[in-house]
Nanobody, 125 residues
Framework: QVQLVESGGGLVQAEGSLRLSCAAS????????MGWFRQAPGAERAFVAR????????NYADSVKGRFTISRDNAKNTVYLQMNSLKPGDTAVYYC??????????????????WGQGTQVTVSS
């Protein structure tokens, strides 16, 4: 199994920045891609960004493209989400996830096999 631990959430003002971290352990050799999802109160869990572990290919939701950057440090088994120009609409619990399959849709939460506990991000207006 893969274990994931997120950190870095907090309270920031609009236009501020945060960097989230996700440390992976266990069967990390089985990971094809790592993704970030978020869930706001009353909303479904939504795709934010993903990166392939080996090749470093990145993809972003339209709502965060140009503001968020996903990156990885393979030696540390860690992925990051740099969030700039934050908006109140970014307020959510952010989850890190790992996907083993290369053939499933990376935008769907159901495609991922392992999840972290989540970290709260609150952006004040």
């Amino acid at each position: 199994q893969v274990q994931l631990v997120e950190s870095g959430g907090g309270l920031v003002q609009a236009e501020g920045s945060l960097r989230l971290s996700c440390a992976a352990s266990g069967r990390t050799f089985s990971i094809y891609s790592m993704g970030w999802f978020r869930q706001a109160p009353g909303a479904e869990r939504a795709f934010v960004a993903r990166i392939t572990w080996r090749g470093g290919t990145t993809n972003y939701a339209d709502s965060v493209k140009g503001r968020f950057t996903i990156s990885r440090d393979n030696a540390k088994n860690t992925v990051y989400l740099q969030m700039n120009s934050l908006k109140p609409g970014d307020t959510a619990v952010y989850y890190c996830a790992a996907k083993r399959s290369l053939s499933t849709n990376y935008q769907r939460a159901q495609s991922y096999d392992s999840w972290g506990q989540g970290t709260q991000v609150t952006v004040s207006s």
